[in-house]
């Protein structure tokens, strides 16, 4: 699998960003690639940054899955031949998510991922604006290979990412906004290497990049083996697009394969999962 990361700024101007993700398309498709990913939301400045003020501004944001934008992107990648992970704001009925569409290589969408884990702090008030997902984790049979999606917040799950791997992932990708010195010492990074280690499966992250002000997002994408090792790393602070080789068979030959899965014993702590809060 030939893997691209499209790591582009984030303008005002939706219809322009929307062009630039159907030209990445293209670049990714002139290099070769058989997949590319888009980080999280990218058709928008990250509205997020703020408190939600005006609820029917942010609900004009959002969109339906299938829509007018998933429909020219669903497009594209039939035209190319292209598997392609998508974000955006979607709206489902009065429910609004953070959501990453999967489309086939002919277009075909296979299905939603919805960040099931919604958080608020300073910068990121994703509260005010996402429903918590519904659709738990589900991994897509591409014709490119088997495809998981762990939102940005849910990659700090461990529980999430090994469910993706008990559904059979051999790649995990992470739509990101993650910001310059968000992370101390590299751990965003080493999380994700742990996960794919651990899990047996390649993990690749696209983040977002650009100075929007209240944030700047640091780019810096980046894709890793299942021996965690990192194989490809993207631009800080510019536009990228990362593109690299994955050879899917070693995911059946890693230590987390291997070892680590065959060896596990949940029966004796899968209990312990749900956490009691006062204990």
Do not use: K
């Amino acid at each position: 699998m030939r893997l691209a990361l499209a790591q582009i700024r984030s303008t005002p101007d939706r219809e322009h960003n929307l062009r630039r993700v159907l030209e990445s398309m293209g670049e990714a498709h002139a290099h070769g690639a058989d997949v590319v990913v888009f980080a999280e939301v990218v058709l928008d400045r990250f509205f997020p940054c703020r408190r939600c003020v005006d609820p029917a501004a942010a609900a004009a944001l959002a969109e339906t899955v299938p829509g007018p934008t998933t429909e020219r992107v669903a497009a594209r990648a039939r035209e190319l031949g292209l598997v392609t992970v998508f974000n955006l704001y979607e709206r489902h009925g009065e429910r609004f998510y953070d959501s990453s569409p999967v489309f086939d290589a002919d277009g075909t969408l296979l299905g939603v991922t919805r960040m099931i884990h919604i958080t608020d702090y300073e910068g990121f008030h994703e509260q005010d604006y996402y429903h918590p997902g519904d659709r738990g984790a589900p991994v897509y049979q591409t014709r490119a290979g088997r495809i998981g999606v762990a939102i940005c917040y849910d990659r700090h799950y461990p529980e999430y990412m090994r469910a993706l791997a008990a559904a059979g992932a051999e790649l995990v990708v992470i739509p990101q906004a993650g910001t310059v010195g968000e992370w101390p010492e590299g751990l965003y990074e080493a999380e994700v290497r742990t996960a794919a280690f651990q899990n047996g499966y390649f993990a690749a992250l696209c983040n977002r990049v650009g100075d929007e002000g209240a944030l700047v997002f640091a780019g810096e994408s980046f894709a890793v083996d299942p021996a965690g090792r990192v194989l490809a790393r993207g631009a800080s602070l510019e536009e990228d697009l990362v593109v690299v080789d994955l050879d899917l068979g070693e995911c059946a030959s890693s230590n987390g394969r291997r070892l680590f899965w065959r060896d596990r014993r949940p029966e004796l702590y899968r209990q312990w999962l749900e956490i009691d809060p006062a204990r």
